[in-house]
Structures are given as structure tokens and as C-alpha cells.
């Protein structure tokens, strides 16, 4: 237990740092498309994930208790907009999230500003939907 909590843990870290700036070199010549999803955890906060993929992989980007943003679109809007520039906004070209019509609005704000980005539905929601 001693080694897994110590230099086994920062070999992995390590591993796993480099995994992710392989990934991050290809940003540029690629494009990519942030993608978050939200879920509520065991004490009922709104958590959202915000991940970046490309080709190259997918990397967990980082996760927000949004408690405080779910209901409002500007709310959301801002969050993920941040999200953006984090990444640098001009490799992003597409952004994937929920469908509800708040997300919607927040989809239309985010393709108003960023007049490079496309908005799309998250297929899993769409499919729920129809199910």
C-alpha cells in the first residue's frame, strides 16, 4: 500500500502527464471540440465535466460544481466560454453538450461570439429523447 501511495503514484502521474501533452502538441494542427457533461454526485451537487478532444485522444480537462450555474443560461454560458478560452478559443471548433433548452440558448450565445464554432447536441441526450 506504502509503494502504490508513493513513488508508484508519481510514476503513473508522470505516465499519464505525458500522455496528455502528446496529446495537447496536436491541438494546433487539428482543431478541437470541448465536450462536457453533467451528473449529480452523492450530497446532490450539479457537477459538470468539461473534456477536449481531437484525433490524438480525449483529455479530462476538469470537472465544476455548478450548483450554482444549472438553471441560468448566461450562467452556463460563462462557464463554458471560460472553458474556451482555457483551451485557447481559436482552436476551438466545435462544442458538444446537453440539449435541454437551456443548453440550447447557451449553444446560440456560444456560436454568436465565436463566429468559428459550431454547437452540436450531445448524441446520448438526442437518443434519450427518442427512446
Known amino acids: 500500500m506504502y509503494e502504490l501511495r508513493t513513488w508508484i503514484l508519481k510514476e503513473e502521474l508522470k505516465t499519464t502527464e505525458n500522455i496528455v501533452n502528446e496529446i495537447k502538441r496536436t491541438w494546433p494542427q487539428t482543431g478541437v471540440s470541448t465536450m462536457s457533461n453533467g451528473w449529480k454526485d452523492s450530497g446532490q451537487r450539479n457537477l459538470i465535466n468539461f473534456l477536449v478532444n ?17 438553471k441560468g443560461a448566461k450562467l452556463i454560458f460563462k462557464l463554458l466560454d471560460d472553458v474556451i ?14 440539449n435541454a433548452s437551456n443548453y440550447k440558448d447557451v449553444g446560440k ?12 447536441p ?10
Open 85 to 98: 478560452e482555457e483551451v485557447r478559443g481559436h482552436l476551438v471548433v466545435q462544442v458538444i453538450i446537453n
Open 109 to 120: 450565445m456560444l456560436i454568436e461570439k465565436k463566429k468559428q464554432l459550431y454547437w452540436t
Open 122 to 131: 450531445c448524441a446520448a441526450h438526442c437518443i434519450e429523447c427518442f427512446a
Open 54 to 70: 481531437d484525433p490524438s485522444g480525449t483529455v479530462f480537462l476538469k470537472s465544476v460544481d455548478a450548483s450554482e450555474y444549472i
